[in-house]
């Protein structure tokens, strides 16, 4: 199987370009403070998708948990992001959708492993 056609590695690929494509709406002191610190995390995340679909079903629980606490940690400086008005609304919405879903896949995956 091709890593790359894992839904929750495109998804999370598809977040990262579009996280990307606002950077240059960001002002220089938020680029370099909270917006790289999500940036690292969603490469992170990416990181660790693909560490995890290359173990053995048995290594794979520790990768995923820790995959999920990188996402919830995105989901905090994003919000923290709109509420500092760092991004608008619309991309808030946008970044936390796909946050969501890939929160939501990287459960059912953590659920499949522990069955």
């Avoid at 690292?40 to 995923?64: H, M, R, V, Y």
């Avoid at 619309?90 to 970044?95: A, E, P, R």
Wanted: proline fraction near 2%; aromatic fraction near 12%; avoid cysteine.
């Amino acid at each position: 199987m091709d890593n790359f056609d894992i839904p929750i590695f495109k998804k999370s690929y598809d977040l990262y370009k579009i996280f990307y494509s606002y950077r240059k709406t960001i002002n220089k002191q938020d680029r370099h403070t909270i917006w790289q610190k999500s940036e690292n995390i969603i490469l992170g995340i990416i990181e660790d998708i693909l560490l995890a679909s290359q173990q053995f079903k048995t290594q794979k629980l520790p990768t995923l948990e820790n995959l999920s606490l990188k996402i919830n940690f995105l989901k905090v400086f994003i919000r923290l992001s709109k509420d500092l008005k760092i991004i608008d609304n619309n991309k808030y919405i946008v970044l936390q959708e796909d946050i969501d879903e890939i929160g939501k896949m990287t459960g059912g995956w953590i659920k499949s492993i522990k069955s």
